[in-house]
């Protein structure tokens, strides 16, 4: 069973930044690529970030291009969304996921993730 805990949320001011990293636990973590995403309140979840398996390719929606940098430590079985130049419209909850790349994924679209993590409340303040 892969388990996924994000952490880092909280509340900032607009321009701040805040760091969210998602453990992940599963044995072969270099085989998985991860994504974020996050859903408002009233809205519909949206893909936000990801990161393939290597590291070596990275993906953002493009509100946040510029802003959110994703990376992964694969020794650490971790992968982390820095967000920086934070916006009110940013307010969300943020969920990170996985899934086992066996072929070739968009890794852009929640339907293609397997694993989902609980999610991390992140309120950006005007």
């Known amino acids: 069973q892969v388990q996924l805990v994000e952490s880092g949320g909280g509340w900032v001011q607009a321009g701040g930044s805040l760091g969210l990293p998602c453990a992940v636990s599963v044995r072969t973590f270099s085989s998985y690529a991860v994504g974020w995403f996050r859903q408002a309140p009233g809205k519909e979840r949206e893909f936000v970030s990801a990161?393939?398996?290597?590291?070596?390719?990275?993906y953002y929606a493009e509100p946040v291009k510029g802003r959110f940098t994703a990376s992964r430590d694969n020794a650490k079985n971790t992968v982390y969304l820095q967000m920086n130049s934070l916006k009110p419209e940013d307010t969300a909850v943020y969920y990170c996921?996985?899934?086992?790349?066996?072929?070739?994924?968009?890794?852009?679209?929640?339907?293609?993730?397997?694993?989902w993590g609980q999610g991390t409340q992140v309120t950006v303040s005007s």
């Open positions: 990161i393939s398996v290597s590291g070596g390719s990275t």
């Open positions: 996921a996985a899934v086992r790349v066996f072929h070739r994924l968009t890794i852009r679209t929640s339907e293609e993730y397997d694993y």
